[in-house]
T-cell receptor
Framework: AQSVSQHNHHVILSEAASLELGCNYS??????LFWYVQYPGQHLQLLLK??????LVKGIKGFEAEFIKSKFSFNLRKPSVQWSDTAEYFC??????????FGTGTRLQVFP | DSGVTQTPKHLITATGQRVTLRCSPRSGDLSVYWYQQSLDQGLQFLIHYYNGEERAKGNILERFSAQQFPDLHSELNLSSLELGDSALYFC?????????????FGPGTRLTVL
């Protein structure tokens, strides 16, 4: 069965630091990849998604992610984080089984 | 605000009881998805309905059932509740039938089973 791994469970950064959150999936075929974010007290919302084409995907709020097929990875990056980026981040994969499989999430805390 | 509403916001009940969680999708969205978020399991897909019909099932227990009504709202019924069912239950909606469509999540219902 498809699985999604987010190895960083909790990340603590200072403002202006660079961010990279890891996401690895297990399925070897064609995949669609997503990053969702959940700000404190708010609903989950889509940050960015990859279906095909340019493996470097740009999302909202300055986030980007790179799909590396050979590494089964879809890491999320931001060059300079802000306090307002404090949230939980979820990677998700769709592999044609009609299900969106989420990782366990990474909690990001950004301190001013 | 995603446009997806869920009621109630919080629910506290006892083991063995039955509860119903309600979800109203965004206006015009035909798909409703249900997810369970717990500390140990993360965000788990439960079930997907499209225009009243079940499209996909995930790790949904037999004690749980769902339906989508003609007005497109959906209900998730949880019965014979156990302590381990305590979790945040989200619904999400999208315009079409594919889970790859952007899903818009509701605020969730926090269920506590005592």
């Amino acid at each position: 069965a498809q699985s999604v791994s987010q190895h960083n469970h909790h990340v603590i950064l200072s403002e202006a630091a660079s961010l990279e959150l890891g996401c690895n999936y297990s399925y070897g075929g064609t995949v669609n990849l997503f990053w969702y974010v959940q700000y404190p007290g708010q609903h989950l919302q889509l940050l960015l998604k990859y279906f095909s084409g340019d493996p470097l995907v740009k999302g909202i709020k300055g986030f980007e992610a790179e799909f590396i097929k050979s590494k089964f990875s879809f890491n999320l990056r931001k060059p300079s984080v802000q306090w307002s980026d404090t949230a939980e981040y979820f990677c998700a994969v769709f592999d044609n089984t009609d299900k969106l499989i989420f990782g366990t999430g990474t909690r990001l805390q950004v301190f001013p | 605000d995603s446009g997806v509403t869920q009621t109630p916001k919080h629910l506290i009940t006892a083991t063995g009881q039955r509860v119903t969680l309600r979800c109203s999708p965004r206006s015009g969205d035909l798909s409703v998805y249900w997810y369970q978020q717990s500390l140990d399991q993360g965000l788990q897909f439960l079930i997907h309905y499209y225009n009243g019909e079940e499209r996909a099932k995930g790790n949904i227990l037999e004690r749980f059932s769902a339906q989508q009504f003609p007005d497109l709202h959906s209900e998730l019924n949880l019965s014979s509740l156990e302590l381990g069912d305590s979790a945040l239950y989200f619904c999400a909606s999208s315009g079409f039938s594919q889970p790859t469509d952007t899903q818009y999540f509701g605020p969730g219902t926090r269920l506590t089973v005592l």
